[in-house]
């Protein structure tokens, strides 16, 4: 048999709450932190608005913070979330436990940009009334401009780097840049590690933050975003009709898994157990789900199948519900094939409505939210739910949090790419 896996810690720094307490009272009470964007000036954008981190201080966590003076803000959030996680385990001290037993698995994003050189170089290299650089020259003006420590941050592993350094964490080291599904793929990457007798400590999740010019451009060139910006609050709508796009948003969530036997033996506080994950892809185009859920439906029911549950057994599902009206019709189609009549009788919320989709960041906080639901009873609901779809007709969640008891939950992260990820957890019953 496969040894179990237990959630031990959780540390979370988002645009609702830099704790998972902070993150789970907001949820409940559908909150939201959209609003315009401050990161940068975003005026002359199709999309104003975002849903951003604020009042944030990595000094707050982390000693000696100005030793990653360098490095970009999913690098920040990550320190300060595995803070968090390590510290509710028990696992902070460099002495407690086999250190090369326990290791880090990321999904994060890239990180800072040099944005202000990279458009004054080539605007330098332009000649008046041309509209092509001298590439030569603006290669020139580059090279002497750049800094290479900073450059280096942008390296997606780099978060995961820095944590297993930070936190003396020996044993397996990875990263994972699967968009949307990242952090979610990061868990259940993890759990096969640690089932497989690889590790028996893992600190997993993802950081992201993709509120800058080239991040907030390129997904408004693929019409992703909503450009609602006359009421940012009510932009992110999963599942209406009125949708229009999805709110980025930024952030980090991180867990810490173990091994049920490694946790019973040192008195860890399990907060609940980790029993399905499953992992597809849709093999149908990059930016578009297959209408159909058809990648979706297989991840969902391998992960059912790993957990030993039947459809019935699950009690709420954490949608992707990303806003969007090709994401939000497919998920829909693939839980109806997959949970069947159970689908109408199953509560559903997407927690994107308030928090905004945190990209690669986005499903391990999602599972945070979904761990805390499982264990005090209370689904987080789906706001502004106003216009029904006919595509979309199942129990949202609209509006109000609702106080519900369930042994089983099913969080589904699906990215950009076509990968789908599908993670069970449930209440740890000894």
């Not at 994972?176 to 590790?199: F, L, N, P, V």
């Not at 867990?255 to 008195?267: D, F, H, N, P």
């Not at 945070?368 to 739910?385: H, Q, S």
Request: net charge negative.
């Amino acid at each position: 048999m496969k040894r179990r896996v237990v959630i031990t810690g959780m540390g979370v720094i988002t645009p609702l709450g830099h704790s998972p307490a902070e993150l789970f009272a907001a949820s409940v009470k559908g909150e939201t932190a959209v609003g315009p964007i401050t990161h940068f000036d975003a005026s002359t954008f199709p999309t104003t608005f975002a849903s951003q981190v604020s009042n944030f201080d990595l000094a707050k966590w982390i000693d000696r913070a100005n030793r990653f003076a360098n490095c970009g803000v999913n690098t920040h959030y990550a320190l300060a979330a595995a803070k968090q996680a390590l510290g509710e385990a028990g696992l902070l001290d460099a002495n407690t436990g086999d250190r090369s037993r326990m290791g880090v698995y990321l999904g994060s994003g890239e990180g800072k940009e040099d944005f202000d050189i990279l458009t004054s170089s080539t605007a330098a290299a332009t000649a008046e009334g041309s509209r092509e650089a001298n590439i030569g020259k603006a290669v020139g003006l580059l090279f002497r401009r750049l800094n290479g420590p900073q450059e280096a941050e942008q390296e997606m592993y780099s978060p995961s780097g820095y944590l297993a350094n930070e936190f003396a964490l020996d044993g397996p080291f990875a990263s994972c840049q699967t968009a949307c599904a990242a952090s979610s793929q990061a868990i259940g990457e993890a759990m096969e590690m640690i089932r497989d007798g690889e590790a028996d400590v893992m600190l997993a999740g993802g950081s992201h933050s993709m509120i800058t010019p080239l991040g907030i451009s390129g997904f408004n060139r693929l019409t992703a975003l909503s450009q609602r910006n006359d009421s940012p609050k009510t932009a992110s709508r999963p599942f209406d009709l009125t949708r229009d796009g999805f709110v980025i948003g930024e952030g980090a969530g991180l867990l810490v898994l173990e091994e049920l036997e490694s946790a019973k033996a040192r008195g860890a506080n399990i907060i609940a157990e980790l029993t399905g994950y499953g992992t597809t892809a849709d093999a149908f185009r990059m930016t578009d789900p297959h209408p159909e859920g058809r990648g979706a439906i297989r991840c969902m029911a391998d992960a059912l199948a790993d957990a030993r549950l039947q459809p019935t057994d699950i009690g709420y599902i954490n949608a992707h519900g990303t806003s969007t009206q090709a994401n939000d019709a497919a998920e829909t189609a693939g839980i109806k094939a997959v949970f069947k009549d159970h689908a109408y009788k199953l509560p559903i919320s997407s927690s994107k409505s308030m928090l905004g989709h945190l990209i690669a960041a986005a499903g391990a906080v999602e599972l945070v939210i979904t761990v805390l639901a499982l264990r005090k009873g209370v689904i987080p609901p789906t706001i502004n739910y106003q216009t029904p779809d006919p595509d979309c007709d199942l129990d949202y969640v609209p509006n109000r949090a609702r106080e519900v008891r369930f042994k089983h939950a099913l969080s589904n992260s699906f990215g950009f790419g076509g990968q789908n990820i599908s993670l069970v957890v449930s209440e740890f019953a000894g």
